[in-house]
T-cell receptor, first 113, second 116 residues
């Protein structure tokens, strides 16, 4: 069964600083990996996904993530944080044999002015 | 395309009562998923449908839970004899079956249940 681990439940960054959110996965077959963002009292919105094409994936709002098979990682980055990036971020995994998503526990991002 | 909608958005009930939630997926999407999210945790899979067929159920889905998707359109999730541990956000998602599990799941705003 596949699973993900998100390192760090809370991340605080200054506006304009690099945002780095860590995600490591466990999967017995090639995975599909997703990053979702959740704003308060809202559903989840897809930021980006890896589906075995390019290992560097660009998403919405300036976010990108790199799939590293050797490290079983799919870390999310944004070069310059904006106040509007304050939200909760979830990494999720599925694979070719399974339609359900397995989510990490989430990382809450706060942005300091 | 108005996205995935869920009703009600909030539900407060007393322990032992039955509740039913509704999800309307994006119109052309043939796959529909239910997840549960408790405070401070990521969503956990409950069940999913392809058209009207329920293809998988999580062990989290006790016999007090039942989900339906008549005619492959909207879906309902019913919880009978609610318990305080059922308090959570119930999320619905839908996707279009084109290339398989890599298809994006689009989430609704969720129904927040509080059992007193």
């Amino acid at each position: 069964a596949q699973s993900v681990t998100q390192l760090g439940s809370h991340v605080s960054v200054s506006e304009g600083a690099l945002v780095l959110l860590r995600c490591n996965y466990s999967s017995s077959v090639p995975p599909y990996l997703f990053w979702y963002v959740q704003y308060p009292n809202q559903g989840l919105q897809l930021l980006l996904k890896y589906t075995s094409a390019a290992t560097l994936v660009k998403g919405i709002n300036g976010f990108e993530a790199e799939f590293k098979k050797s490290e079983t990682s799919f870390h999310l980055t944004k070069p310059s944080a904006h106040m509007s990036d304050a939200a909760e971020y979830f990494c999720a995994v599925s694979d070719m044999n399974d339609y359900k998503l397995s989510f990490g526990a989430g990382t809450t991002v706060t942005v300091r002015a | 395309d108005t996205g995935v909608s869920q009703n009600p958005r909030h539900k407060i009930t007393k322990r032992g009562q039955n509740v039913t939630f509704r999800c309307d997926p994006i119109s052309e999407h043939n796959r529909l998923y239910w997840y549960r999210q408790t405070l401070g945790q990521g969503p956990e899979f409950l069940t999913y449908f392809q058209n009207e067929a329920q293809l998988e159920k999580s062990r989290l889905l006790s016999d007090r839970f039942s989900a339906e998707r008549p005619k492959g359109s909207f879906s309902t999730l019913e919880i009978q004899r609610t318990e305080q541990g059922d308090s959570a956000m119930y999320l619905c998602a839908s996707s279009l079956e084109l290339t398989g599990p890599q298809e994006t799941q689009y989430f609704g705003p969720g129904t927040r249940l509080l059992v007193l």
